[in-house]
């Protein structure tokens, strides 16, 4: 079945500082993939997203490429701020036709001023 | 404008006692979904509705479980003889439309924490 892998966290770092949140997946077909994020005590909310090889998704200065031959859509930012501590969690959906969306399990990031 | 919310956010209950979680989606939203979030985990598929109909229930753990969303709008997952197990954090997600393509984005409610006892 379709898997999404991410890495382990939490991920602390310092404010300013660069962040990558690797996600890797395995599906059929080409899916959408998404990145939603997690504040504490709220729901998730779609931060970006891609729906096909090589799109790029970008919003609130965080960017991730689909990357079709590696099955990758690693999250990127290039400079972190106490606000974006919170939980990542990458998805994906439509693979092979199916509208079930797979989530990650997610990757707690915690900045410091 | 008003997001998706869900009742009750917090539910204790005793083992064998029936609970039912009430999810308001985003007003003309066609589809929606329910969720099951262990601590440490991504949402895990349960059921998912377009209108009033119940599109697949594939991912419902066994038959206490059940959902119903009878006029397209409102939704109620209904857990009967609950166990300890069921303990988890219930989130239910609307989208706009069906998800063709799969390039729609859901809106997810804050969630209801259940304890069984």
């Known amino acids: 079945g379709d898997s999404v892998t991410q890495m382990e966290g939490p991920v602390t770092l310092s404010e300013e500082a660069f962040l990558t949140i690797n996600c890797t997946y395995t599906a059929t077909g080409y899916p959408s993939l998404f990145w939603y994020v997690q504040y504490p005590g709220e729901g998730l909310q779609l931060l970006l997203k891609?729906?096909?090889?090589?799109d790029k998704g970008s919003n609130k200065g965080f960017e991730a490429t689909y990357r079709k031959e590696t099955t990758s859509f690693h999250l990127e930012k290039g400079s972190v701020q106490v606000s974006d501590s919170a939980v990542y969690f990458c998805a994906l959906n439509g693979a092979g036709g199916s509208y079930i969306p797979t989530f990650g399990r997610g990757t707690s990031l915690i900045v410091h001023p | 404008g008003a997001g998706v919310s869900q009742s009750p956010r917090y539910k204790v209950t005793k083992r064998g006692q029936d609970v039912a979680l009430r999810c308001d989606p985003i007003?003309?939203?066609?589809?929606l979904y329910w969720y099951r979030q262990a601590l440490g985990q991504g949402p895990e598929f349960l059921t998912y509705?377009?209108?009033?109909?119940?599109?697949?229930k594939s991912g419902l753990p066994n038959d206490r479980f059940s959902a119903e969303r009878p006029e397209g709008s409102i939704s109620t997952l209904t857990i009967q003889r609950t166990e300890q197990r069921d303990s988890a954090m219930y989130r239910c997600a609307s989208s706009l439309v069906p998800d063709l393509g799969s390039s729609y984005e859901q809106y997810f409610g804050p969630g209801t924490r259940l304890t069984v006892t």
């Open positions: 509705f377009n209108y009033e109909a119940q599109q697949d």
């Open positions: 891609a729906t096909k090889a090589d």
């Open positions: 007003s003309g939203h066609v589809s």
